[in-house]
């Protein structure tokens, strides 16, 4: 069941590295926003959007944190919908999957 609304991020792609084009293409996204730092694996399904890297995404990330004031996305699930502008810029909502 999808839960509360985790919030909104905002920032820019810093660097993308393709690790596997087929069959199931794979990609390593660097991706700089405000606050604390937080890493994460997911997947998803994008739709290219225009130029450059414009694509809009729909998917889920398992998130991994040391910020104490986070700490409790480590055991949550969070789906997300994201948009990204040509030139990188991304804007998301997301929200716990309970």
Same mark, same amino acid.
């Given at each position: 069941? +999808?839960? /509360?609304?985790?919030? #909104? +991020? !905002? ?11 087929? =069959? ?24 290219? %959007?225009? /130029?450059? +890297? ?7 990330? *398992?998130?991994?944190?040391?910020? %104490? /004031?986070?700490?409790? +996305?480590? #055991?949550?699930?969070?789906? *997300?919908?994201?948009?990204?502008? =040509? #030139? ?5 909502? !997301?929200?716990?999957? #309970?």
């Amino acid at each position: 069941m +999808l839960g /509360d609304r985790i919030g #909104e +991020l !905002t920032g820019q792609i810093t660097g993308r590295r393709i690790l596997a084009p087929t =069959p199931t293409p794979q990609a390593e996204i660097s991706f700089q926003g405000e606050g604390e730092m937080a890493t994460w694996r997911g997947n998803g399904v994008g739709v290219p %959007a225009g /130029d450059g +890297l414009g694509a809009k995404w729909r998917g889920a990330i *398992y998130p991994s944190t040391t910020a %104490a /004031d986070r700490a409790k +996305l480590n #055991e949550t699930a969070v789906v *997300y919908e994201s948009e990204v502008a =040509p #030139e990188g810029a991304v804007s998301a909502i !997301t929200f716990a999957w #309970e």
